[in-house]
Each structure stands twice: as structure tokens, then as C-alpha cells.
């Protein structure tokens, strides 16, 4: 059974920033591509950002490109989220999910078309001064 473990959310003043973390157990992990999301009551789903099985690939949304880091070591079945000058707006619960999907270097659809079968329980990011 895929299990995903998110990590090191918590509140940090407008500009600062914060290391999210997804442990995975129970797969293989190098065959995955791996996402994040996050979302806001009353609000669907957004895709923040994903990085292909090959990690040779990440995709952004425009609202947080230049700003988030998405990378993945293989060895410790871990993905880290780099969050750089929050802002108010990126407020949210923040979900690691993760898809089989080998060799591949690319997971734009799969971010798009939310086509991850496995999620995390999720991690508060709370910014504000």
C-alpha cells in the first residue's frame, strides 16, 4: 500500500520561506511521478507542481513559478517543495500525490488532468505577519 507523508508546513511571515517534504513507502518509488497541490476552503484543488519519474522534468503553475523548487531524491523516497517569497495567497493545505508512471519525462498532463491515485494527508502553510 502507497503511503505519502507530508512535512514542514507551518506559519511564516510574508517573504519568508519554507521546505515541504513527502516521504513514499510501499512503491517503487523511481517509477513515480510525484505532485503537489494545495487548497483553501471553499476553493478546488490547484496544482502547484509536479516532477517526472525521470526527474529530468518539473512543471509550475504560473502563480507560483520563480518562486517554488520542486525536487526529488530518489535514494530517500522523498520529494521536496522549496517555497520561496510566500505570499498571503499561497495560504493553503498543501497534498503530496503521487502516479506510476515509468520513464517518463514529463507529468504536465498528469498535473493537469489531477490523474494521481495516491495522496498524502496534507500539511497547513499558513502565511501572515
Known amino acids: 500500500q502507497v503511503q505519502l507523508v507530508e512535512s514542514g508546513g507551518g506559519l511564516v511571515q510574508p517573504g519568508g520561506s519554507l521546505r515541504l517534504s513527502c516521504a513514499a513507502s510501499?512503491?517503487?518509488?523511481?517509477?513515480?511521478?510525484m505532485a503537489w497541490y494545495r487548497q483553501t476552503p471553499g476553493q478546488e484543488l490547484e496544482g502547484v507542481s509536479c516532477?517526472?519519474?525521470?526527474?529530468?522534468?518539473?512543471k509550475s503553475a504560473d502563480s507560483v513559478k520563480g518562486r517554488f523548487t520542486l525536487s526529488r531524491d530518489n535514494a530517500k523516497m522523498t520529494v521536496y517543495l522549496d517555497m520561496n517569497s510566500l505570499k498571503p495567497e499561497d495560504t493553503a493545505v498543501y497534498y503530496c500525490?503521487?502516479?506510476?508512471?515509468?520513464?517518463?519525462?514529463?507529468?504536465?498532463?498528469?498535473?493537469?488532468?489531477?490523474?494521481?491515485?495516491?495522496w498524502g494527508q496534507g500539511t497547513q502553510v499558513s502565511v501572515s505577519s
Open positions: 500525490a503521487a502516479a506510476e508512471n515509468p520513464f517518463s519525462d514529463s507529468c504536465t498532463v498528469l498535473l493537469r488532468e489531477r490523474r494521481y491515485p495516491w
Open positions: 516532477i517526472s519519474s525521470t526527474g529530468k522534468s518539473t
Open positions: 510501499g512503491t517503487i518509488f523511481s517509477i513515480n511521478a
